[in-house]
């Protein structure tokens, strides 16, 4: 990740080259509009975060928010991290068919598409991958197991 010694979105953005800021912020206007009620954004983890406030699920294996969507910038390119993807099969395969189909080039780790430019990614797919799982599910997803 970029070193950045930010506590909060407003610091890490400003600590951002313009090129990643501009990109970065293409990206977290389409997950603001999608995310679903009640998650919120925070910066954790070194990077922008959405996440399940702890009112709502405290009883997290390591005393921390269950992490929902992050993005950040790395020394070469950016990152979407997508744990809503992650945290179900069916939704990951549809996701990476649905990304294939839009004739993008997918980089794609467990959970982390990496990319350059904001045109790299299908937004409305992200959008759609966004607004797909509401809290109460992410939540109960997360506490399988």
Known sequence: MVDSSAKTVAQYLAALSPDQKKELGVVRRVIRKNLPKGFRESFNWGM???????????????????????????????????????????DSKR????????????????SCVRFRRAEDLPLELIGRTIAATS???FVKRCSRG
């Open 95 to 110: 996701f990476r068919a649905e990304f294939k189909a839009s004739g993008k080039r997918l980089s794609m780790g467990k």
């Open 48 to 90: 922008i975060a959405y996440e399940v406030p702890l009112s709502v699920a405290p009883d997290t294996y390591n005393g921390k928010p269950l992490l929902y969507a992050a993005l950040a910038a790395q020394k070469n390119y950016l990152s979407l991290y997508l744990m809503c993807v992650y945290s179900s099969g069916a």
């Open 135 to 137: 809290l109460k599910e």
